[in-house]
């Protein structure tokens, strides 16, 4: 066999390789059931309720950032986020949390904001304008 077969041999494996060690981190989202029958870390997207306290306060623990949300089966538990509070979390709708179920809370290590379009409320003025 040729040098060069086996180097074409080498990176078709690597290559292989890379995209079966990457599969494993690609995850669909779970829901706060899933999350609590699952031992180790899952995603969990669900709808922030503003309605509910959230509790952030730097001077006493500035890693320490509880809310609550509901997923998508419509159930809600208590978050907390081991980080600081994002800036502009209270204008999401939606967060993707990175973590697992502790007992009746799911403690997270990472959030993802997904913020309301910053044309949705232009689009709405447009709208009632064109129907005036």
């Known amino acids: 066999m040729k040098k060069l077969h086996i180097v074409g041999i080498l990176v078709i494996a690597a290559a292989i390789g890379l995209l079966m060690s ?14 609590s029958q699952k031992s180790g870390v899952v995603k969990l997207a669900g709808l ?17 950032f509880s809310f609550y949300i509901q997923d998508a089966k419509g159930v809600s538990k208590k978050v907390v986020l081991l980080m600081s509070k994002p800036q502009e979390f209270e204008n999401s709708e939606t967060v993707v949390l990175t973590g ?15 913020c309301p379009s910053k044309y949705k409320d232009e689009e709405i003025a447009l709208r009632n304008t064109i129907e005036s």
């Open 22 to 35: 990457l599969s494993g981190e690609v995850a669909t989202y779970s829901n706060f059931e899933d999350a």
């Open 48 to 64: 922030l309720l503003k309605d509910k306290p959230m509790v952030y306060d730097p001077a006493v623990d500035p890693n320490y």
């Open 100 to 114: 697992s179920m502790k007992g009746e809370e799911f403690v997270a290590t990472d959030v993802l904001l997904k």
